[in-house]
């Protein structure tokens, strides 16, 4: 089994910045991992942000967040960090972390709590 516990959310005025992480323990993160930024907001559906294979390659972002959000990890730490500038107020929404033991699977199979990111404006 997979942990995944999130932290780093908050309140920011917009054009401001966050970083969140995503502490993972609890099970086998290798090379083969995937882990993914998720978002949800009141009322909407569940939407991708980014990913990034454990290996530190094939990262992929949504368009509504390209140039602002940066995807890293930490291999020693198991950690990963989505850096989020120039925030807007649509980006407000619940962050989750997500991982596939493997990038070829179909699902995340494992979740965090999330973490709450409000922008004012």
């Known amino acids: 089994q997979v942990q995944l516990v999130e932290s780093g959310g908050g309140l920011v005025q917009a054009g401001g910045s966050l970083r969140l992480s995503c502490a993972a323990s609890g099970g086998t993160i290798n090379r083969y991992t995937m882990i993914g930024w998720f978002r949800q907001a009141p009322g909407k559906e569940r939407e991708f942000v980014v990913s990034i294979r454990w290996s530190g390659e094939g990262t992929t972002y949504a368009e509504s967040v390209k140039g602002r959000f940066t995807i890293s990890r930490s291999n020693a730490e198991n950690m990963v960090y989505l850096q989020m500038n120039s925030l807007k107020p649509e980006d407000t929404a619940v962050y989750y972390c997500?991982?596939?033991?493997?990038?070829?699977?179909?699902?995340?199979?494992?979740w965090g709590q999330g973490t709450q990111v409000t922008v004012s404006s």
């Open positions: 997500a991982a596939k033991t493997h990038y070829l699977n179909l699902e995340y199979s494992y």
